[in-house]
């Protein structure tokens, strides 16, 4: 859901975009969503033995440097989408999945398997 609300409100900062550029957004996007638990799977898999008994504090330090940049950015008040540049698509389908890769992590912590097709 959280790809769909960033798409729309990508889309809609976009001023009659072409075809071109709405098809690449929503492969930038689609092909993120897809990727980023399997990243987070095989972070998890290699870092699971080393952080065990930490990983809750190493969650918190990185929830809160994340919501404080975004309580920064919210009082900033610069808030102009039309000045962003279309080559930051990538960056923020990957800002915005952050939680699937948390998931794949998590997933390998707690010795769910990832379905095989």
Not at 99 to 104: A, E, H, I, Y
């Amino acid at each position: 859901m959280d790809a769909f609300a960033a798409s729309i409100g990508k889309g809609a900062a976009l001023h009659k975009p072409r075809f071109r550029e709405a098809f690449r957004t929503g492969l930038i996007f689609g092909v993120v969503e897809a990727i980023t638990p399997l990243i987070g799977w095989g972070i998890g898999l290699l870092a699971s033995k080393f952080i065990m008994e930490w990983d809750h504090w190493v969650a918190f330090a990185l929830l809160f440097v994340l919501g404080s940049r975004m309580v920064y950015e919210g009082w900033k008040g610069n808030h102009d989408e039309n000045a962003e540049p279309v080559r930051r698509h990538g960056f923020l389908a990957a800002r915005h999945h952050g939680d699937c890769n948390q998931l794949g992590c998590d997933g390998y912590r707690r010795r769910i398997s990832l379905p095989t097709g």
